[in-house]
């Protein structure tokens, strides 16, 4: 059972234009999101996260949205920099169970052309 | 600062010999622990969780197994390694507070190669 489901394995955009990826989930009791970066034998690095009570986060050219509704997220990069090509991860978690345990996506390879 | 450590970064077992990986963090007190692992081609799974020493939690029926000595320390074994335990295995800590998870650091991984 895939809780957490990133649909579109990759995605190639042009410098400069906008990246957005998205993640979708199925347990409602998820109340906390965050995204990942990920280069091929590292481990991931934090991006950005939102909580449930928000619908919005942003950080420099990194904007999460949440709509709960449709159990839905994305990611927005903008401007999209070659830099930025990687695996990108979406997880989720149910902060109220105080164990902190993350549910990844498969990922979305994102590649940014020159 | 709060920082991760995991070791080995590679490492190649035949089948059937025992296997042991190590993660240490730094900077932190009663983190909460998690061996992770990313097979090829798939996202990260969860294997296993610590909220504290001693104990732990399984996510996956599995071959393998996990200790937590002690506070910062969280050990990935197996006694007798199949093929499909081959993956890139990924350690993480976290702090859970209010309304927030913190930290959620991840090691730099190891690849397991088993041949």
């Known amino acids: 059972d895939q809780q957490v489901k990133q649909n579109s394995p990759s995605l190639s955009v042009q410098e400069g234009r906008i990246s957005i990826l998205n993640c979708d989930y199925t347990?409602?009791?998820?109340?906390?999101f965050l995204w990942y970066k990920k280069y091929p034998a590292e481990g991931p690095t934090f991006l950005i996260s939102?909580?449930?009570?928000?619908d919005k986060n942003e950080d420099g050219r990194f904007t999460v949205f949440l709509n709960k509704s449709a159990k839905h997220l994305s990611l927005h990069i903008v401007p999209s920099q070659p830099g930025d090509s990687a695996v990108y991860f979406c997880?989720?978690?149910?902060?109220?169970?105080?164990?902190?345990?993350?549910?990844f996506g498969q990922g979305t390879t994102l590649q940014v052309k020159p | 600062s709060q920082t991760i450590h995991q070791w080995p970064a590679t490492l190649v077992q035949p089948v059937g010999s025992p296997l042991s990986l190590e993660c240490t963090v730094e900077?932190?007190?009663?983190?909460?622990l998690y061996w992770y692992r990313q097979a090829a081609g798939r996202g990260l799974q969860l294997l296993f969780y610590?909220?504290?020493?001693?104990?732990i939690s399984s996510e996956v029926p599995q071959n393998l197994s996990a200790s937590r000595p002690q506070d910062r320390q969280f050990i990935l074994s197996s006694k007798k390694l199949l093929l499909s335990d081959s993956g890139f295995y990924l350690c993480?800590?976290?702090?859970?507070?209010?309304?927030?998870?913190?930290?959620?650091?991840f090691g730099s991984g190891t690849r397991l190669t088993v041949v």
């Open positions: 900077g932190t007190s009663n983190p909460n």
């Open positions: 610590s909220v504290g020493i001693g104990q």
């Open positions: 993480a800590w976290s702090i859970v507070r209010g309304a927030g998870i913190y930290g959620y650091t």
């Open positions: 997880a989720a978690s149910a902060i109220y169970s105080n164990t902190g345990k993350l549910i």
């Open positions: 939102i909580s449930s009570i928000k």
């Open positions: 347990n409602s009791m998820f109340d906390y």
